[in-house]
């Protein structure tokens, strides 16, 4: 299957069209939970619950949204990666407008489980797509850029879901991700199949679910990308917990939160672009110990002195967030070099191990109730851990194809 080839029959969207659509899938999970997180305290008090319920409704779409990564990236290397986006964007868009207009908290966790799922097909498709359509350096820098301009929506989401709650209410959120699922939606039809027929697995529904065991038995996929998904316990953790740390326990108001934490996403999407200007052609095998070992100071400064105040917080914390996303061209890069074929069944295991630890740490930050040490201790268990982890598998006979041969 020729990459070139992928580019030139895409007629409607092209090259630059190509990087969009792939880029504007990638935004769908933080539009998805940043927009309404300075919204959390208030709906609590909306639907008459405790924080811990509405939290479900994080908890519940990213669970799901790693199911829906497992399930779909196999799909489409069965079906096509076309069927496999119009459905979900058009689940995702659907439950979106449902999310809109519950009437209470319960119908909101179904509809966000569901939503996690269109969102989980569209993520897995889109990085089967990347590497479909780009290759070696190339592939690196597209990576690159994708996640630099997906940091975008991080960064502008909890700003404009603290403006929606100045005009409207929580719902207003719900009905922009409406929105963006329809563009989504619109975008699949326009764009025209990369998997031919020939490169198809022809098996059953469940043998092509199957693949995923025989990808998983890879241990130059598996155990790197357990490693590099550690960094997400802590990050999603974060995002569970970032509106009470500024609003109730700091004391500032949604709005000062949003700028806090759009201040904060601006270093991920920094930090790709970092990677490609200055550390692309540096020790592949040095760079992430560097940056697990970083994320150990920073675990340790948010447990001595991070409650001083909201700023000394994202002193603390926004190192972590600049390294993690700063690894992410080299790690998603590696990880899709270690799999030659099954390439759906790869992206889905990578987005469903990433959403699963996320997921536990979103979980994991509850039984804290000092959210700053729940956060320190999980950031300095991440960078040991991911430290450790690291060495040993360096020092393995395990191939890393492009590390460690």
Known sequence: MSTINNIEKQKFLGMKGMVFFITLMNMFIPLSTDLYLPALPTMSAYFGVSASLVNLTLVGFFFFFAVGTLICGPFSDKY??????????????????LCAISPNVYIMIIARILQGIGAGAMIAVSMALIKDCFVGRRRESILAVVQSFSGVA???????????????SWRGAFVVLTVAGAACFLLSFLYQETLDEEDRVAESTLATLGKLVVVGKNAGFLVPCLIFSLYNVAFMGYIAVSSYIYVDQFGLSAQMYSYFFAANALLS??????????FSRSDKKKLPLVCF????????????????????????????SLLGSLTRPFSSNMLLDQQK????SASSLINGIITVFGSGGMMGITLWANHI??????????????????????RSSVTVVGVKE
């Open 373 to 394: 040490t729940g956060l320190g201790t999980m950031i300095l268990a991440a960078g040991i851990l991911s430290a450790i982890g690291w060495i040993l598998l360096m």
């Open 154 to 168: 991080p960064m502008i989401a909890p700003v404009l879901g603290a403006f929606l709650l100045r005009i409207t």
């Open 293 to 320: 070992i970083a994320y150990i100071f920073c675990g340790a400064a948010l447990l001595t002195v991070g409650q001083l105040a909201p700023a000394v917080f994202w002193l603390c914390f926004a190192p972590f």
């Open 341 to 344: 074929g099954d390439t759906g």
């Open 269 to 278: 999407l920094a930090g790709p672009m970092i990677y490609v200007k200055f």
């Open 80 to 97: 096509g990666r076309r069927r496999v986006l119009l459905v979900g964007s058009a689940l995702y868009t659907a439950t979106s407008a």
